[in-house]
Protein backbone atom coordinates (compact mmCIF):
# COMPACT_ATOMS: atom_id res chain seq x y z
CA UNK A 1 0.00 0.00 0.00
CA UNK A 2 3.21 2.51 0.26
CA UNK A 3 4.20 4.59 2.99
CA UNK A 4 1.52 7.25 4.21
CA UNK A 5 1.79 11.28 3.62
CA UNK A 6 1.41 13.70 5.92
CA UNK A 7 -2.44 14.10 5.26
CA UNK A 8 -2.73 10.18 5.17
CA UNK A 9 -1.39 10.36 8.66
CA UNK A 10 -4.21 13.21 9.86
CA UNK A 11 -6.72 10.46 8.05
CA UNK A 12 -5.60 7.04 9.92
CA UNK A 13 -5.01 9.14 13.08
CA UNK A 14 -8.96 10.42 13.47
CA UNK A 15 -9.99 6.71 11.73
CA UNK A 16 -7.73 4.96 15.16
CA UNK A 17 -9.93 7.77 17.44
CA UNK A 18 -12.99 6.88 15.63
CA UNK A 19 -12.82 3.14 16.12
CA UNK A 20 -11.20 4.01 20.19
CA UNK A 21 -14.40 6.05 20.86
CA UNK A 22 -16.75 3.33 19.65
CA UNK A 23 -15.18 1.10 21.72
CA UNK A 24 -15.41 3.36 24.57
CA UNK A 25 -19.35 3.45 24.02
CA UNK A 26 -19.37 -0.19 24.01
CA UNK A 27 -19.77 -2.83 27.36
CA UNK A 28 -18.57 -5.71 27.86
CA UNK A 29 -20.50 -9.34 26.66
CA UNK A 30 -22.13 -11.42 29.38
CA UNK A 31 -20.97 -14.45 30.83
CA UNK A 32 -24.48 -16.99 31.06
CA UNK A 33 -24.25 -19.89 33.29
CA UNK A 34 -26.50 -22.53 31.76
CA UNK A 35 -26.68 -25.88 34.54
CA UNK A 36 -26.44 -29.11 33.28
CA UNK A 37 -28.78 -32.07 34.49
CA UNK A 38 -27.21 -35.28 36.34
CA UNK A 39 -23.75 -32.89 36.58
CA UNK A 40 -24.29 -31.02 39.65
CA UNK A 41 -20.75 -30.68 40.64
CA UNK A 42 -19.85 -29.23 37.06
CA UNK A 43 -20.79 -25.26 36.06
CA UNK A 44 -20.92 -24.49 32.50
CA UNK A 45 -21.10 -21.04 31.32
CA UNK A 46 -21.61 -19.14 27.78
CA UNK A 47 -19.79 -16.34 26.99
CA UNK A 48 -22.64 -14.03 24.98
CA UNK A 49 -20.75 -12.73 21.73
CA UNK A 50 -24.14 -12.32 20.01
CA UNK A 51 -24.55 -9.17 22.36
CA UNK A 52 -21.90 -6.91 20.25
CA UNK A 53 -23.47 -4.29 17.87
CA UNK A 54 -23.13 -6.53 15.48
CA UNK A 55 -24.41 -9.92 17.03
CA UNK A 56 -21.13 -12.06 16.84
CA UNK A 57 -17.84 -13.03 18.43
CA UNK A 58 -16.31 -11.07 14.93
CA UNK A 59 -17.40 -7.78 16.76
CA UNK A 60 -14.11 -8.17 18.34
CA UNK A 61 -11.97 -9.45 15.21
CA UNK A 62 -13.27 -6.73 13.13
CA UNK A 63 -12.19 -3.93 15.07
CA UNK A 64 -8.83 -5.74 15.82
CA UNK A 65 -8.31 -6.01 11.97
CA UNK A 66 -9.19 -2.21 11.19
CA UNK A 67 -6.97 -0.62 14.12
CA UNK A 68 -4.17 -3.13 12.61
CA UNK A 69 -4.29 -1.85 9.22
CA UNK A 70 -4.28 1.17 10.49
CA UNK A 71 -1.42 1.41 11.91
CA UNK A 72 0.40 -0.15 9.41
CA UNK A 73 -0.76 2.43 7.41
CA UNK A 74 -2.89 -0.04 4.56
CA UNK A 75 -6.27 1.58 4.50
CA UNK A 76 -6.54 4.49 2.44
CA UNK A 77 -9.52 7.13 2.75
CA UNK A 78 -12.32 6.61 -0.19
CA UNK A 79 -10.57 3.07 -0.75
CA UNK A 80 -12.59 0.12 -0.51
CA UNK A 81 -11.73 -2.80 2.08
CA UNK A 82 -12.98 -6.58 0.87
CA UNK A 83 -12.97 -9.44 2.92
CA UNK A 84 -13.58 -13.20 2.11
CA UNK A 85 -15.75 -13.96 4.99
CA UNK A 86 -18.57 -16.60 5.52
CA UNK A 87 -20.91 -13.38 6.62
CA UNK A 88 -20.92 -12.94 10.43
CA UNK A 89 -16.78 -11.03 9.97
CA UNK A 90 -18.18 -9.29 7.05
CA UNK A 91 -21.19 -7.84 8.82
CA UNK A 92 -18.82 -6.32 12.00
CA UNK A 93 -16.16 -5.44 9.38
CA UNK A 94 -19.27 -3.82 7.38
CA UNK A 95 -20.18 -1.93 10.59
CA UNK A 96 -16.46 -0.51 11.01
CA UNK A 97 -15.67 0.59 7.54
CA UNK A 98 -18.91 2.35 7.75
CA UNK A 99 -18.12 4.31 10.56
CA UNK A 100 -15.00 5.42 8.66
CA UNK A 101 -16.56 6.04 5.27
CA UNK A 102 -14.82 3.27 3.60
CA UNK A 103 -17.11 1.16 0.74
CA UNK A 104 -16.75 -2.34 1.69
CA UNK A 105 -17.45 -5.50 -0.12
CA UNK A 106 -17.90 -9.22 1.24
CA UNK A 107 -16.61 -12.05 -0.64
CA UNK A 108 -18.57 -15.18 0.40
CA UNK A 109 -20.14 -18.14 -0.77
CA UNK A 110 -23.35 -18.10 -2.45
CA UNK A 111 -24.60 -20.50 0.66
CA UNK A 112 -25.06 -17.99 2.71
CA UNK A 113 -27.83 -17.60 4.60
CA UNK A 114 -29.92 -14.43 3.76
CA UNK A 115 -30.27 -13.33 7.10
CA UNK A 116 -26.81 -12.92 7.05
CA UNK A 117 -26.69 -11.45 3.36
CA UNK A 118 -29.36 -9.07 4.50
CA UNK A 119 -27.01 -8.02 7.97
CA UNK A 120 -24.25 -6.93 5.26
CA UNK A 121 -26.44 -4.85 3.24
CA UNK A 122 -27.85 -3.35 6.61
CA UNK A 123 -24.45 -2.42 7.67
CA UNK A 124 -23.72 -0.47 3.99
CA UNK A 125 -21.86 -3.44 2.83
CA UNK A 126 -22.07 -4.61 -0.15
CA UNK A 127 -21.68 -8.76 -1.17
CA UNK A 128 -20.08 -10.67 -3.78
CA UNK A 129 -21.43 -14.39 -4.09
CA UNK A 130 -19.07 -16.66 -5.62
CA UNK A 131 -19.69 -20.48 -6.25
CA UNK A 132 -17.11 -22.55 -4.48
CA UNK A 133 -15.32 -21.65 -1.09
CA UNK A 134 -12.29 -22.63 -1.93
CA UNK A 135 -12.40 -19.91 -4.69
CA UNK A 136 -12.88 -17.29 -1.89
CA UNK A 137 -9.36 -16.15 -1.51
CA UNK A 138 -7.99 -15.26 -5.27
CA UNK A 139 -11.15 -13.93 -5.79
CA UNK A 140 -11.21 -11.42 -3.13
CA UNK A 141 -7.37 -10.51 -4.20
CA UNK A 142 -8.40 -9.90 -7.66
CA UNK A 143 -11.05 -7.62 -6.40
CA UNK A 144 -8.52 -5.65 -4.49
CA UNK A 145 -6.52 -5.02 -7.24
CA UNK A 146 -9.33 -4.11 -9.46
CA UNK A 147 -11.09 -1.28 -6.94
CA UNK A 148 -7.87 -0.30 -5.52
CA UNK A 149 -8.90 -1.31 -2.32
CA UNK A 150 -7.28 -3.10 0.80
CA UNK A 151 -8.31 -7.18 1.06
CA UNK A 152 -8.50 -7.22 4.71
CA UNK A 153 -7.68 -11.08 4.87
CA UNK A 154 -8.67 -12.42 8.09
CA UNK A 155 -7.85 -15.77 7.92
CA UNK A 156 -4.45 -14.57 8.13
CA UNK A 157 -4.33 -12.15 9.89
CA UNK A 158 -6.39 -12.94 13.20
CA UNK A 159 -3.90 -14.35 14.84
CA UNK A 160 -1.84 -11.16 15.10
CA UNK A 161 -4.23 -8.38 15.01
CA UNK A 162 -6.16 -9.61 18.36
CA UNK A 163 -3.75 -8.30 21.71
CA UNK A 164 -3.39 -11.67 23.16
CA UNK A 165 -1.66 -10.69 26.21
CA UNK A 166 -5.23 -8.68 27.41
CA UNK A 167 -6.51 -5.49 26.19
CA UNK A 168 -9.99 -6.71 27.44
CA UNK A 169 -9.63 -9.81 24.53
CA UNK A 170 -12.03 -12.49 25.23
CA UNK A 171 -10.23 -14.39 27.46
CA UNK A 172 -9.24 -11.58 30.26
CA UNK A 173 -13.02 -10.66 29.85
CA UNK A 174 -14.19 -14.61 30.70
CA UNK A 175 -11.16 -14.59 33.24
CA UNK A 176 -12.04 -11.62 34.84
CA UNK A 177 -16.14 -12.53 34.75
CA UNK A 178 -15.28 -15.67 36.77
CA UNK A 179 -13.72 -14.59 39.39
CA UNK A 180 -16.76 -14.55 41.89
CA UNK A 181 -17.89 -18.14 40.55
CA UNK A 182 -16.96 -21.52 42.86
CA UNK A 183 -14.58 -22.60 40.45
CA UNK A 184 -13.30 -19.06 38.91
CA UNK A 185 -10.35 -20.94 37.11
CA UNK A 186 -12.61 -22.79 34.20
CA UNK A 187 -10.90 -26.69 33.38
CA UNK A 188 -11.54 -26.37 29.74
CA UNK A 189 -12.83 -23.31 27.41
CA UNK A 190 -14.38 -24.37 24.48
CA UNK A 191 -14.34 -23.31 21.07
CA UNK A 192 -14.76 -24.01 17.38
CA UNK A 193 -12.69 -22.32 14.73
CA UNK A 194 -13.29 -20.39 11.35
CA UNK A 195 -10.12 -18.74 11.36
CA UNK A 196 -8.28 -19.67 14.45
CA UNK A 197 -8.27 -16.69 15.90
CA UNK A 198 -10.28 -16.56 18.72
CA UNK A 199 -8.59 -20.37 20.12
CA UNK A 200 -5.06 -18.42 19.65
CA UNK A 201 -5.94 -15.89 21.87
CA UNK A 202 -7.80 -18.00 24.16
CA UNK A 203 -4.68 -20.65 23.81
CA UNK A 204 -1.94 -17.86 24.54
CA UNK A 205 -3.55 -15.73 26.99
CA UNK A 206 -3.75 -18.82 29.26
CA UNK A 207 -0.07 -19.69 28.93
CA UNK A 208 0.69 -16.64 29.01
CA UNK A 209 -1.27 -15.67 32.66
CA UNK A 210 -0.45 -19.38 33.99
CA UNK A 211 -3.53 -20.76 33.97
CA UNK A 212 -3.98 -24.75 33.88
CA UNK A 213 -6.76 -24.53 31.55
CA UNK A 214 -6.91 -26.13 28.63
CA UNK A 215 -8.51 -24.95 25.15
CA UNK A 216 -10.74 -27.73 23.08
CA UNK A 217 -11.73 -27.13 19.42
CA UNK A 218 -14.30 -28.23 18.39
CA UNK A 219 -14.60 -28.78 14.28
CA UNK A 220 -17.49 -29.58 12.49
CA UNK A 221 -17.96 -32.32 9.84
CA UNK A 222 -16.57 -30.51 6.89
CA UNK A 223 -13.42 -29.03 7.69
CA UNK A 224 -10.04 -30.21 6.96
CA UNK A 225 -8.33 -28.46 10.89
CA UNK A 226 -9.22 -31.69 12.69
CA UNK A 227 -7.12 -33.93 10.16
CA UNK A 228 -4.45 -31.42 10.45
CA UNK A 229 -4.57 -31.30 14.17
CA UNK A 230 -3.90 -34.81 14.19
CA UNK A 231 -1.33 -34.45 11.83
CA UNK A 232 0.55 -32.06 13.93
CA UNK A 233 0.29 -34.36 16.83
CA UNK A 234 1.81 -37.03 15.00
CA UNK A 235 4.72 -34.91 14.23
CA UNK A 236 4.40 -34.72 10.34
CA UNK A 237 2.10 -31.68 9.65
CA UNK A 238 -0.08 -31.71 6.47
CA UNK A 239 -1.16 -28.25 5.52
CA UNK A 240 -1.73 -28.92 2.04
CA UNK A 241 -5.32 -30.63 3.04
CA UNK A 242 -8.47 -29.62 0.55
CA UNK A 243 -12.34 -30.06 0.77
CA UNK A 244 -14.43 -28.83 -2.42
CA UNK A 245 -17.47 -28.23 -0.27
CA UNK A 246 -17.64 -25.06 2.14
CA UNK A 247 -18.87 -26.17 5.55
CA UNK A 248 -22.70 -26.50 6.96
CA UNK A 249 -22.41 -24.92 10.32
CA UNK A 250 -21.44 -21.44 9.05
CA UNK A 251 -18.83 -19.93 10.93
CA UNK A 252 -16.57 -22.16 11.68
CA UNK A 253 -14.59 -25.01 9.49
CA UNK A 254 -12.36 -24.49 6.87
CA UNK A 255 -11.57 -26.50 3.75
CA UNK A 256 -7.88 -25.67 3.40
CA UNK A 257 -5.33 -25.35 6.49
CA UNK A 258 -6.03 -21.40 7.23
CA UNK A 259 -2.99 -19.59 8.80
CA UNK A 260 -4.31 -18.35 11.27
CA UNK A 261 -5.07 -21.45 12.99
CA UNK A 262 -2.11 -22.08 15.38
CA UNK A 263 -2.21 -25.66 16.47
CA UNK A 264 0.10 -25.48 19.47
CA UNK A 265 -2.84 -23.23 21.03
CA UNK A 266 -4.54 -26.02 21.04
CA UNK A 267 -4.42 -28.69 23.83
CA UNK A 268 -7.40 -30.85 21.91
CA UNK A 269 -9.46 -31.07 19.50
CA UNK A 270 -13.37 -33.09 18.55
CA UNK A 271 -14.60 -33.60 15.40
CA UNK A 272 -18.26 -33.41 15.58
CA UNK A 273 -20.86 -34.52 13.35
CA UNK A 274 -23.32 -31.49 11.29
CA UNK A 275 -26.30 -33.45 12.88
CA UNK A 276 -24.59 -33.73 16.63
CA UNK A 277 -24.19 -30.21 16.35
CA UNK A 278 -27.46 -28.95 15.05
CA UNK A 279 -29.18 -31.29 17.32
CA UNK A 280 -27.10 -29.51 20.92
CA UNK A 281 -27.64 -26.17 19.20
CA UNK A 282 -31.55 -27.05 19.71
CA UNK A 283 -30.61 -28.14 23.11
CA UNK A 284 -29.36 -25.28 24.00
CA UNK A 285 -31.54 -22.96 22.68
CA UNK A 286 -34.36 -24.71 24.40
CA UNK A 287 -32.48 -24.32 27.73
CA UNK A 288 -31.55 -20.72 27.14
CA UNK A 289 -34.80 -19.82 25.87
CA UNK A 290 -33.39 -18.12 23.04
CA UNK A 291 -32.18 -19.30 19.62
CA UNK A 292 -28.84 -19.84 19.01
CA UNK A 293 -26.30 -20.32 15.88
CA UNK A 294 -25.34 -23.69 14.66
CA UNK A 295 -21.48 -23.48 16.05
CA UNK A 296 -22.94 -22.65 19.47
CA UNK A 297 -23.69 -26.17 19.16
CA UNK A 298 -21.00 -27.49 17.46
CA UNK A 299 -18.74 -26.41 20.94
CA UNK A 300 -21.76 -27.61 23.13
CA UNK A 301 -20.78 -30.80 22.06
CA UNK A 302 -17.41 -30.40 23.12
CA UNK A 303 -18.73 -29.06 26.17
CA UNK A 304 -20.47 -32.09 26.85
CA UNK A 305 -17.26 -34.83 26.38
CA UNK A 306 -15.45 -32.33 28.61
CA UNK A 307 -18.15 -32.80 31.31
CA UNK A 308 -18.21 -36.42 31.13
CA UNK A 309 -14.90 -36.97 31.42
CA UNK A 310 -14.63 -34.62 34.65
CA UNK A 311 -17.79 -36.09 35.88
CA UNK A 312 -16.21 -39.92 35.22
CA UNK A 313 -12.81 -38.72 36.87
CA UNK A 314 -15.32 -37.63 39.85
CA UNK A 315 -13.99 -33.58 39.89
CA UNK A 316 -15.92 -30.45 40.20
CA UNK A 317 -14.94 -27.64 38.09
CA UNK A 318 -15.73 -25.19 35.69
CA UNK A 319 -16.16 -25.20 31.85
CA UNK A 320 -16.68 -22.11 29.30
CA UNK A 321 -17.53 -22.31 26.10
CA UNK A 322 -18.66 -19.10 23.41
CA UNK A 323 -21.94 -18.44 22.26
CA UNK A 324 -21.02 -17.07 18.60
CA UNK A 325 -24.20 -15.86 17.10
CA UNK A 326 -27.92 -15.82 17.53
CA UNK A 327 -30.22 -18.08 16.01
CA UNK A 328 -31.72 -15.43 14.31
CA UNK A 329 -29.47 -15.43 11.43
CA UNK A 330 -30.65 -19.05 10.73
CA UNK A 331 -34.65 -18.51 10.49
CA UNK A 332 -34.00 -20.11 7.09
CA UNK A 333 -31.38 -22.36 7.60
CA UNK A 334 -31.19 -24.40 10.70
CA UNK A 335 -34.74 -23.42 12.21
CA UNK A 336 -36.45 -24.55 8.93
CA UNK A 337 -37.25 -28.10 8.70
CA UNK A 338 -37.18 -28.25 5.18
CA UNK A 339 -33.33 -27.24 5.52
CA UNK A 340 -33.05 -30.52 7.31
CA UNK A 341 -34.76 -32.38 4.33
CA UNK A 342 -32.88 -30.76 1.41
CA UNK A 343 -29.25 -31.72 3.72
CA UNK A 344 -29.93 -34.79 4.30
CA UNK A 345 -29.92 -34.53 7.69
CA UNK A 346 -32.04 -37.40 10.22
CA UNK A 347 -32.04 -34.57 13.04
CA UNK A 348 -34.72 -36.85 14.88
CA UNK A 349 -31.48 -39.65 15.50
CA UNK A 350 -29.31 -37.21 16.21
CA UNK A 351 -31.91 -35.64 18.88
CA UNK A 352 -32.43 -39.12 20.25
CA UNK A 353 -28.25 -39.45 20.48
CA UNK A 354 -27.93 -36.06 22.01
CA UNK A 355 -30.87 -36.92 24.28
CA UNK A 356 -28.40 -40.26 25.57
CA UNK A 357 -25.14 -38.63 25.55
CA UNK A 358 -26.60 -36.02 28.20
CA UNK A 359 -27.90 -39.14 30.33
CA UNK A 360 -23.95 -40.26 30.13
CA UNK A 361 -23.54 -42.28 26.78
CA UNK A 362 -20.10 -41.88 25.46
CA UNK A 363 -20.48 -41.36 21.43
CA UNK A 364 -18.37 -44.00 19.88
CA UNK A 365 -18.21 -41.97 16.59
CA UNK A 366 -17.39 -38.90 17.82
CA UNK A 367 -13.45 -38.56 17.25
CA UNK A 368 -11.33 -36.98 19.94
CA UNK A 369 -7.59 -35.88 20.54
CA UNK A 370 -5.31 -34.44 23.23
CA UNK A 371 -8.38 -34.90 26.26
CA UNK A 372 -6.54 -36.92 28.62
C1 LIG B 1 -20.57 -17.88 14.10
C2 LIG B 1 -19.11 -18.14 14.25
N1 LIG B 1 -18.65 -18.93 15.19
C3 LIG B 1 -17.31 -19.16 15.35
C4 LIG B 1 -16.38 -18.63 14.55
C5 LIG B 1 -14.91 -18.96 14.72
O1 LIG B 1 -14.10 -17.94 15.22
P1 LIG B 1 -12.60 -17.72 14.74
O2 LIG B 1 -12.63 -17.16 13.35
O3 LIG B 1 -12.02 -16.78 15.73
O4 LIG B 1 -11.90 -19.03 14.74
C6 LIG B 1 -16.85 -17.85 13.55
C7 LIG B 1 -15.94 -17.33 12.58
O5 LIG B 1 -16.29 -16.73 11.57
C8 LIG B 1 -18.24 -17.57 13.39
O6 LIG B 1 -18.70 -16.80 12.41
Known amino acids: MGVSTFQQREWETAA ?37 PTGSLKHRLARSLFLYALANGWLR ?43 IEFQGGRCHLIGRARDLYGASQQLARDTGGHFMDQFTYAERATDWRANN ?6 FRQMALEPHPVPEWIVCSPGTGGTATTLGRYVRYCGYPTRILCADPEISVLFDYYRSELAGAPDSTMVLEEGSRIEG ?22 DALSLAAMRYV ?34 VVTILCD ?42 AVGMH
Open 77 to 119: EGAPIIEASSGSTAVSEAYFARLLGLPFIAVMPSTTSPEKIAA
Open 326 to 367: SGDRYAHSYYEPQWYVRHGIDIESAEAQWARMLCGERPSDLP
Open 252 to 273: IGRPRVEPSFIAGCVDAMVKVP
Open 16 to 52: IAKIKADFNRSADTHLIPLALPGYPDIDVYFKDESSH
Open 285 to 318: SGSLGRRVGGSTGTQFVGVLLAVQRMHEEGRAGS
Open 169 to 174: NIAESI
